[in-house]
């Protein structure tokens, strides 16, 4: 389920449903919900553990803000419906605006990936200026509030069954704070599935699938008219890859990676050497003839995708809802967390809409599953071209992989074909598009030279 089979959002469509929602996590799924809630409740306020800072600065609890992120278009279309002329904000930020066709290389299985036929806009930020944007603007409205260094202690319950707000820890100590409506975005770190095992409900079914990737990362100096962007896609016989995007401040932020063990050094010339082992020259030459700001090369470890299926548990208490990475979080290679956060705000939304708060988490979770499903076959059904990859394999994996291996080495000389696959990539379109005739023709048919 993705972004063209998500009717859009429509503010009309839903009314008041209660007087105060509370959002346990400041990251981008808690914002997006925190303005979701904002339409159907009087008062909306997000607690955060950290601080959050004044200027686009990385928080403590984003060890992962540091890297490279990106915005894929089902999540801007998203976000520039919940906050009109957010794109235009975020330029103004220092964002940098590309063409996904013109100005961004994407190399997978041996080549380059065609332009295709189609402008597709993509903007390219910082994670920290990112939510620096989207904390403005919710700051910009009387109806949301943002709590900083506030630690969740726990539920507030009186029943066992229906969640009434939230315990938190201050540096003034203990407060309740009393919600029809409380929405866990607090990450991979969850502690919902503990609660509810404490209270005499089920946890939800929790799936790993193991890929060991890590993550280095530095900044470099960027011409301010060079927009260059690559990615690089690790393969089976080399799980390496790359991502170069430009940010603002004329900086490209270069992440590199690596599956399974195989990680990038951490220090300046490891990570270059590293660089060099790739299939193509140009991220190894933008860190040669280009300065490296960063103090160091930034880190992270990336052990496996994680899924918890919260949609498969028969009870589920009221007043309570789980989104984002405390969901589901996939292998970052895919780009795919923000974009799904913003499209399980969007079910959230519509679950709202056509409910209101009776029997809300049920009918968000069946709705979210569709959403999250589809990104766990891209990235997990990906990882799993990977021998050393473990875990539940979806079914029909193998088969699907050699297919989208073809399709993508079509794509590399068919338009039609990249338009097919770019529109796959940024969740656009669903995976089992990729199957429709006309694009199944283009793969499998004989190819001209042959």
Not at 45 to 74: C, I, K, N, S, Y
Not at 148 to 169: K, P
Request: net charge negative.
């Amino acid at each position: 389920m993705t972004d063209e089979t998500i009717p859009a959002y429509d503010p009309d469509r839903i009314g008041p449903v209660g007087d105060r929602a509370v959002v346990v996590g400041g990251s981008m799924a808690g914002l997006i919900a925190a303005r979701v809630l904002a339409d159907a409740f009087e008062r909306v306020t997000v607690v955060e553990r950290d601080a959050f800072p004044d200027d686009p600065r990385p928080r403590r609890g984003v060890p992962q803000g540091t890297h490279v992120h990106a915005m894929l278009e089902a999540g801007r279309d998203v976000l520039e419906d919940l906050f009109p002329g957010y794109g235009d904000d975020l330029v103004s930020a220092g964002a940098v605006e590309i063409d996904l066709s013109t100005d961004f290389d994407f190399y997978d299985e041996g080549d380059f990936v065609a332009d295709g036929s189609h402008h597709l806009s993509m903007y390219c930020a910082s994670r920290p200026l990112i939510e620096h944007v989207t904390r403005r603007r919710l700051d910009a409205r009387g109806d949301v509030s943002l709590r900083d260094e506030r630690h969740l202690s726990g539920y507030v319950t009186d029943d066992g069954t229906t969640v009434e707000g939230v315990q938190v820890r201050t540096g003034a100590g203990e407060r309740e704070v009393r919600a029809d409506l409380v929405v866990d975005c607090t990450g991979r770190t969850s502690s919902t599935p503990d609660w509810l095992a404490a209270h005499g409900f089920d946890r939800p079914p929790r799936e790993t699938v193991e890929i060991d990737l890590g993550y280095g990362t530095v900044l470099v100096e960027r011409p301010p008219d060079d927009v260059r962007a690559y990615h690089v896609m690790p393969s089976p016989s080399r799980p390496r890859g790359a991502v170069a995007l430009p940010i603002e401040d004329d900086r490209w932020v270069v992440t590199l990676s690596g599956m399974h063990g195989d990680h990038p050094p951490g220090d300046r010339e490891g990570l270059r050497s590293f660089a060099e082992s790739l299939p193509i020259d140009a991220v190894a030459a933008i860190l040669d003839e280009h300065a490296v700001v960063s103090e160091g090369v930034e880190r992270y470890p990336i052990p496996s995708n994680l899924r918890r299926r919260y949609w498969d548990l028969e009870r589920f208490p009221d007043g309570l809802v789980v989104l984002g990475d405390a969901v589901a979080s996939f292998n970052p290679v895919y780009g795919q967390g923000m974009s799904v956060a913003a499209m399980e705000g969007l079910h959230l939304h519509h679950a709202l809409a056509s409910g209101g708060r009776d029997g809300l988490a049920v009918r968000f979770f069946d709705r979210a599953e569709r959403v999250v499903d589809d990104a766990w076959r891209v990235s997990v059904g990906s990882d799993f071209r990977f021998e050393a990859t473990t875990g539940p394999k979806p079914a029909g994996t193998d088969l699907l992989n050699r297919y989208l291996s073809r399709a993508t080495r079509r794509a590399h000389h068919d338009d039609e074909v990249a338009d097919a696959y770019a529109r796959v990539v940024t969740m656009e379109s669903r995976p089992t598009s990729m199957l429709r005739p006309h694009v199944v023709w283009r793969v499998l048919r004989p190819s001209l030279s042959a």
